[in-house]
Structure formats: structure tokens, C-alpha cells
């Protein structure tokens, strides 16, 4: 399988160079050449498989004509190694629950896949060279990289953050790993972080002394496992006997979870709609308005990894629709949230139903509980872990959000980081020793 960019000036990569390179040399993001419907009977018998088998008959429809069928069973099996529930929320509405995996959310799955086929790659083409990760992070990002990568053979990392300028929940989860991961805290802001890792790309000498790589969120290995969970939701949907109609709510940011949903759908998944929630920055409800693509700066909500100006999956949601809004509008409809808004329906859930939602699943429940028909059936994503939030969200309910063991293990490990400035000079000369050690 092929893949080609969405600015179409750049030739068709085969999986290892869209995996290796991320963004296509022309700047647009790789598609895959054909999405091939899942055969009917597939789906006949869908609630008799389990996560693992799913996850392998979505994933070899992609990667079956470039990796064995081993292979990929192995890649599912090591990444899925946890579950993602369906949970009746009230009535008709649902929370499939993404934040089981080892840092509560959902760009866990991306994360670790990516991460095993990456090594997948480099393992077949050259044994024994290394490959180094980069990668800024103003906090959710470098969590799930880091431990996507964690003990991965023939993969070094470097998380580079702004010194100060993290939760301590967030810092944890990428300054106590270990093993091949590396934590460098910069005197500086995201954007210093940034310019650092963009020169380092740019840096010839340094590019000929080691083989550097990006962990992109729009690297297609990270971008069309997201599909895994949706089959995995209707199957749960299924056994219950409320597959019919089904709606699914996803709060979006840069709008590669959503995507992956309309993938799942062109894959034959039977979805009646979907729904895209959004906090304040709603540049996608207003698209879907107006039929005008207007980006413009965040601004800071309490969903913050929704906080997305120019959402970069938008240019696959135009591929898939050829670029017609009223294309568009058949398949998904918008909403928006303000931070008040979030608050009240986390209270309300609670209250309610006893139900603790994180602020971007919020907007999810809110979605549907604002946008659901007779007879539908909901989903909304919960993206992450109430208690990734916790201050805003025990501020909201007035009492202690229960925390996880697995958050409880990082907070109580020792952070290991390694100053540096925010001159390109020293992240330079740091690299260069590195590669002599
Ligand atoms: C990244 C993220 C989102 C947004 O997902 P996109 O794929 O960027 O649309 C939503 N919620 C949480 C918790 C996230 O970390």
C-alpha cells in the first residue's frame, strides 16, 4: 500500500518512509492510497472477537501488504495491553473509556504503535543502529511518546520541555522512565523547545552522525490505530444488543481521533453519524457554518488539549470529502463549549449519575445529550482521566477525585531531567556527546 500526501507536490511513500518521515517533504500529511471495506461477515461476527483480534483484521487491511501477519499480531498485542471499555453514562449515552493505558489517555494506543512499528523498520533495515526520537512537548505529548517508546529496542528519546512551565503530574510522566528515555528541561518556553528540535532536524552535521526522527502526531502510525478502539466499541455495543444507530461524539482538538472514526466508517463500521465537540475553539462548527476554513490563534480553555487553532487533520478531512462542506455536513455535525459550560455538565454528570468525566469528555457528553434523536444510541470519547485534571475538576465537584495506581507509581517515583538553555549551541554540542558515548 501507498501513501500519499494531502498537498499532493511530494511523491507516494511506501509505509516505512511514511512512518520514518511523518510529514510528507511537500508539508501535507500521508493518506493511505485505498481505504478497503471489512468484509460482511466481519462484522456478522464481530462480538465474538476479542480487542487483539479486531485490532489485527483493522490494522493488516492497512499494513497486510507490508509486514507479516505475525508481525502485526505482535504490534496490536504489545500495544493494546489494556482494554477500552463501554460504560453506560445515563439513558442512551456512553463513555468509551480511552484512559486505560499506562499514561490515561487515549494517544496511548497511537503512541505505542507507532513506537513498535517504528522499530519494526529500523530492526529489518540495519541492526544495531540506533534511531533518536525528538520531541517538544508542553506536556501531554511527551507522556505518551516516552512511554510509548519505553524500553523499545534500537529507539533512543529525548523529551525536550519548558522548565516550569508543566503540571507535575505531566513532568512524572516522562522524568521518571529510565531506560532509553532522556528528559531535558529547557530554560525557556514550548516554543524555544520547539525552534530547538526544528534546527536540530535542519543541522546537517549533526543528521550525518545520527539518524534522527520526529514522533509526530500526524504520523500515520499513530493516526490509523485510532480506529482499533470504534470497531472495538461497536462490537461491546453489539453484545449488548444496542449496535443500531449508533452515534459517535469526539472531543476534538487537531482532530486525529474523529478521523480515524470516519476511516473506521469507510472500513464499513455501521455508524448512523458523528459528532465533533469542541471547547471555544471552534474554527471546525464555524467551517461547518460558514463553509470558510478559518484558522486562527487558541486560546487557553480548560480542555486544553483541545485548545487548537488550525487543526492539521482537517487537510485529511478534506481529502476524504473532496473538499465539499455539504459532504461534510451529511457525515458530521459540530458543537462548541465554553469553560463554564464544561464545568456545569461535569457537576451535573456527577451529581446525576455519578459519573466523573474529565473537561474534554465533557464536551462529548455534552454533545450528545444536546444533539442525540430518537432512537440513537451515543458514544462519546472519554479522552483522558479525570484525575490528569484533577485540581479543575475536584474544584468543580468539591470533593477528591479518586487517582489511579498507575498515576500514583509516577508521581512517587524520583524525576531525573537534565538542564539545558535555550541556545541551539548547547542542545547541539549535547547531542554530539551523546552520539561518541
Ligand atoms: C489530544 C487530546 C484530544 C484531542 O484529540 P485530537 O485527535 O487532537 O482531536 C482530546 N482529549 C484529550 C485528553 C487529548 O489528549
Redesign the pocket.
Known amino acids: 500500500m501507498k501513501y500519499y500526501s494531502t498537498n499532493h507536490q511530494a511523491p507516494p511513500a511506501t509505509l516505512a518512509e511514511a512512518v520514518k518521515k511523518g510529514l510528507a517533504p511537500d508539508r501535507g500529511l500521508y493518506m493511505p492510497e485505498r481505504i478497503d471495506r471489512l468484509p460482511e461477515k466481519f462484522f456478522r461476527d464481530i462480538e465474538n472477537l476479542d480487542f487483539h483480534e479486531i485490532a489485527a483484521a483493522v490494522a493488516t487491511s492497512f499494513f497486510g501488504e507490508d509486514i507479516p501477519a505475525d508481525a502485526i499480531g505482535k504490534i496490536v498485542c504489545d500495544t493494546l495491553c489494556f482494554d477500552t471499555p463501554v460504560v453506560n453514562v445515563c439513558g442512551d449515552i456512553f463513555s468509551l473509556e480511552l484512559f486505560h493505558g499506562p499514561t490515561l489517555?487515549?494517544?496511548d494506543v497511537g503512541g505505542r504503535f507507532m513506537a513498535r512499528m517504528l522499530s519494526y523498520f529500523i530492526g529489518k533495515e540495519d541492526a544495531g543502529r540506533k534511531v533518536t526520537v525528538i520531541v517538544a512537548t508542553s506536556g501531554?505529548t511527551g507522556s505518551a511518546v516516552a512511554n510509548g517508546f519505553l524500553g523499545v529496542k534500537g529507539i533512543d528519546v529525548i523529551v525536550l520541555y519548558p522548565e516550569g512551565k508543566v503540571s507535575e503530574i505531566q513532568e512524572k510522566q516522562f522524568t521518571t522512565l529510565g531506560q532509553n528515555i532522556t528528559a531535558l528541561e529547557v530554560a525557556g518556553n514550548f516554543d524555544d523547545c520547539q525552534r530547538l528540535v526544528k534546527s536540530a532536524f535542519m543541522d546537517e552535521e549533526l543528521n550525518s552522525i545520527l539518524t534522527l526522527t520526529s514522533a509526530n502526531?500526524i504520523n500515520v502510525a499513530r493516526f490509523l490505530p485510532?480506529a482499533f478502539y470504534y470497531f472495538n466499541a461497536y462490537a461491546q455495543l453489539k453484545r449488548e444488543g444496542k449496535a443500531k444507530d449508533v452515534v459517535f461524539c469526539?472531543?476534538?482538538?487537531?482532530?486525529?481521533?474523529?478521523t480515524a472514526g470516519l476511516v473506521a466508517w469507510r472500513m464499513g463500521l455501521p455508524v448512523r453519524r458523528f459528532i465533533a465537540a469542541n471547547n471555544r475553539n471552534d474554527i471546525f462548527l464555524k467551517y461547518l457554518e460558514t463553509g470558510r476554513y478559518e484558522p486562527r490563534p487558541s486560546v487557553q480553555t480548560i480542555?486544553n488539549?483541545?485548545d487548537?487553532g488550525d487543526?492539521s487533520?482537517f487537510a485529511r478531512i478534506m481529502e476524504m470529502y473532496g473538499h465539499s462542506v455539504d459532504a461534510v455536513r451529511k457525515d458530521i455535525s459540530g458543537c462548541s463549549y465554553t469553560d463554564g459550560e464544561i464545568r456545569k455538565t461535569i457537576g451535573e454528570v456527577f451529581r446525576k449519575y455519578g459519573y466523573i468525566l474529565?473537561p474534554?469528555g465533557a464536551c462529548g457528553f455534552q454533545g450528545l445529550s444536546d444533539n442525540l434523536e430518537k432512537g440513537e444510541t451515543g458514544v462519546f470519547l472519554e479522552?483522558?482521566h479525570p484525575a490528569?485534571f484533577k485540581d479543575t475538576v475536584e474544584s468543580i465537584l468539591g470533593q477528591p477525585v479518586p487517582v489511579p495506581q498507575k498515576l500514583k507509581d509516577f508521581m512517587s517515583r524520583e524525576k531525573k531531567s537534565i538542564r539545558i538553555s535555550n541556545r541551539f549551541e548547547d542542545f547541539r554540542q549535547y547531542l554530539k556527546d551523546r552520539s561518541t558515548e
Open positions: 489517555a487515549f494517544k501531554d502526531s485510532q469526539v472531543p476534538s482538538g487537531n482532530f486525529g481521533n474523529i480542555a488539549a483541545m487548537v487543526p487533520n474529565d474534554h479522552t483522558a490528569k
